[in-house]
């Protein structure tokens, strides 16, 4: 089996059964956009971490930046406030108007093209460098996504990504919850087999750590969100917050479920 097919086929059999989802009155798949917008802003200032450094190695002086599912512009508002055009491609309208709101708050112009990447890859032109952040585990089929990111990309593709799948840490959760498996993949590695495969290319790669993506406020929000992403319901949301206590961590003032998450930062020049 290929590597784009063994991708496909580990994000497949993360499918959430039928009867679960139709127990729950809210999708679990929902991504809200403030709590992206609350970690966007603790982190605002100059960017930091390893993507940030390698999309500021890799584009020139006033080069145009591309990020696709741009989210609410974590990855790409830092760095186009050095002066690089930004275009930023987004298909879900909340995270649409908080990248717009963030985007003026910061400064920053933005193109912001609506859509699923790569269908509105033919809108965007060309740019020095295309960035994409935390995406790649919702797409299965990531050969045309890859080359259409290769294809826009005059100087490099820079991508960021967990380690492994971002369910991954709610595996024992499910099992404990509804006696359900989860799959162990895909992984970064596997990523980057994909990329060699369709690609021909060898990314360079740096693996690195940081506080976990997700944080809440309190913990009457973090259950919630965990709720929805677990399929519970409400009259078992008691058991829940029981379940997930001991995982809770609490850095600066901050509720997070675990305290670390490892990525990958992976960028390769365009030949």
Not at 183 to 189: Q, S, V
Not at 233 to 261: C, I
């Amino acid at each position: 089996m290929s590597a784009a097919a063994r991708w496909r086929a580990c994000l497949e059999a993360w499918a959430l059964p039928a009867d679960l989802l139709a127990a729950v009155p809210d999708s679990p798949y929902v991504w809200p956009a403030d709590l992206y917008r609350r970690l966007q802003r603790e982190e605002a200032g100059i960017p930091s971490g390893p993507t940030a450094r390698v999309l500021g190695e890799v584009l020139p002086e006033g080069g145009s930046l591309l990020d696709v599912g741009a989210g609410t512009g974590r990855a790409s508002l830092g760095v186009a406030a050095a002066g690089h055009p930004l275009t930023a491609v987004e298909r879900n309208p909340g995270m649409v108007a908080a990248l717009r709101a963030e985007a003026e708050a910061a400064g920053v112009e933005v193109r912001v093209i609506e859509g699923s990447w790569p269908e509105v890859a033919a809108a965007v032109g060309g740019h020095d460098v295309a960035v994409c952040a935390h995406v790649v585990y919702d797409v299965s089929d990531l050969a045309p996504f890859l080359r259409a990111l290769h294809g826009v990309a005059r100087r490099a593709v820079v991508l960021e990504a967990g380690e492994r799948h971002p369910w991954a840490g709610l595996i024992p959760y499910y099992r404990a919850l509804h006696g359900l498996e989860r799959p162990d993949g895909p992984t970064g590695g596997l990523l980057l087999d994909v990329i060699a495969e369709v690609l021909g290319v060898t990314p360079e790669v740096e693996h690195w750590s940081g506080r976990a993506r997700m944080f809440f406020t309190d913990l009457q929000e973090l259950v919630e969100f965990y709720r929805r992403r677990l399929l519970v319901p409400m009259e078992r949301r008691a058991e829940l917050a029981g379940l997930l206590a001991p995982g809770v961590v609490e850095q600066d003032g901050r509720l997070s479920l675990g305290a670390e998450q490892g990525a990958v930062t992976m960028w390769w020049q365009i030949q």
